[in-house]
């Protein structure tokens, strides 16, 4: 069964902190590995990871991923409040088939 | 519109009542899901519709959950017979599928629904 496991749950951390969000999967014929910020409502999308190595960056925010073991990580750097959210991580893999997540991680930052 | 709208965008209904929950998705996007957020919990695949492929309805958690697109737009999730259980965020999202298949998704505010 196809999965994307999150870690930590939950994380505090004072503003200026980094932080290193986690996303293991394990899915068939994987495509894609997406990441999401989720405040109140929509989810909004920050980054798409197709190819091993390849380091996506926006800002203080960026994304790499591992094909071989089969995970991904989200940096922050210099958290700011405004950081604080639920990060979503989403793999695609057979095509036609949706989007899978994992349960989250929910950042706080204290000022 | 610029991006994907559902309506209503809370719903309070009574045990046993039905209830149908509406998505207007990005113009031009192939595809369609519908996802269910409960508290404290990740987004739950429910069914996603592309183009004029039958949907894939794997992620219904039981028959009185349907959903159709019409016209390849508009897209109506019926919950029937609500029960308390059913009661979560109810979201929407639309991606341009490409024949890649590696389109972000895009998604509406979602709906609140509340079983009483």
């Known amino acids: 069964e196809d999965k994307v496991v999150q870690s930590p749950l939950s994380l505090v951390v004072h503003e200026g902190d980094t932080v290193t969000l986690n996303c293991s999967y394990e899915v068939t014929n994987f495509r894609s590995l997406l990441w999401y910020k989720q405040e109140k409502k929509a989810p909004t999308f920050l980054f798409m990871l197709?190819?091993?190595?390849i380091e996506k960056k926006s800002g203080r925010l960026s994304s790499i991923l591992d094909k071989k073991e089969l995970f991904s990580i989200l940096n922050i750097t210099a958290t700011q409040t405004g950081d604080s959210a639920v990060y979503l991580c989403?793999?695609?893999?057979?095509?036609?088939?949706?989007?899978?997540f994992g349960k989250g991680t929910t950042l706080s930052v204290s000022s | 519109g610029a991006g994907v709208s559902q309506s209503p965008s809370n719903k309070v209904t009574e045990k046993g009542k039905d209830v149908e929950l509406r998505c207007d998705p990005i113009s031009g996007h192939t595809a369609l899901y519908w996802y269910r957020q409960s508290l404290g919990q990740g987004l739950e695949f429910l069914i996603y519709f592309q183009g004029n492929s039958a949907p894939d309805k794997s992620g219904l958690p039981s028959d009185r959950f349907s959903a159709e697109r019409t016209g390849g737009s508009v897209s109506t999730l019926t919950i029937q017979r609500t029960q308390q259980e059913d009661s979560a965020v109810y979201l929407c999202?639309?991606?341009?599928?490409?024949?890649?298949?590696?389109?972000?998704?895009?998604f509406g505010n979602g709906t609140r629904l509340t079983v009483t």
């Open positions: 989403a793999v695609i893999g057979q095509a036609g088939t949706a989007l899978i």
């Open positions: 197709t190819s091993s190595g």
């Open positions: 999202a639309s991606s341009l599928q490409g024949r890649s298949y590696n389109s972000p998704l895009h």
